[in-house]
C-alpha cells in the first residue's frame, strides 16, 4: 500500500495548505461548483466571501489533481483503495491470477512521474506528488 499525496513544486503556504503553482494553461479544468451563499448570508454568519470562494476553487482544483492521479494510476495497473482530500491510497493491484502486485519503490516513483506530467498535460499545473508513510507520526502502531 502506499499513500500518495500532493504538494507543490513551489509551496506556498495558504491556510496551512500547500498551492499549486501554474505552468501555462494547457486545458481549463471544469468550473468548481458555485457556492449558494451570499455575500450578505455568509457575512451574517461570520464568513469571509472572499476565503470561502478560493477555498471552494481551491478544493476543486485539488480534486481534478487527484482523480488525474486516480486515473493514470489505474491505466498503468495500480489500483486506487482510499481517495482522500489530499491524495490517495493506493497499492499494485492484482495479477491475472488475484495475486497481490508488489511493485518497488523505484517503479511507484516512476509511476509518480508520470501522474505529474498527465496533470500538467490536462491541467496545466506543475504539481509534485510523494509517498506518505501510513504509520502513525508517533512510531507506534494504529492497532
Known amino acids: 500500500m502506499f ?11 495558504l491556510g496551512g495548505a500547500a498551492a499549486f503553482t501554474a505552468a501555462s494553461v494547457i486545458a481549463s479544468p471544469p ?10 448570508e455568509l ?3 461570520g464568513k469571509n466571501p472572499l476565503f470561502r470562494r478560493f477555498s471552494i476553487t481551491y478544493q476543486h482544483k485539488e480534486t481534478c489533481v487527484t482523480l ?6 489505474t ?3 495500480m489500483a486506487t483503495r482510499v481517495l482522500c482530500h489530499d491524495g490517495l491510497i493506493a497499492d499494485g493491484g492484482l495479477d491475472r491470477l488475484g495475486r ?14 508520470i501522474c ?9 499545473y506543475c504539481a509534485q506528488l510523494e509517498l506518505k508513510p501510513l504509520t502513525p507520526k508517533s512510531g507506534g502502531s494504529f492497532e
Open 75 to 77: 491505466k498503468n495497473g
Open 100 to 113: 497481490p502486485i508488489d511493485r518497488g519503490i523505484g517503479e511507484v516513483h516512476t509511476l509518480l512521474r
Open 116 to 124: 505529474e506530467q498527465a496533470v500538467k498535460e490536462q491541467m496545466g
Open 68 to 73: 488525474i492521479v486516480k486515473d493514470t494510476l
Open 43 to 45: 457575512i451574517a454568519g
Open 3 to 13: 499513500a500518495i499525496c500532493l504538494v507543490a513544486s513551489e509551496p506556498v503556504l
Open 31 to 40: 468550473s468548481p461548483p458555485s457556492d449558494t451563499c451570499t455575500d450578505a
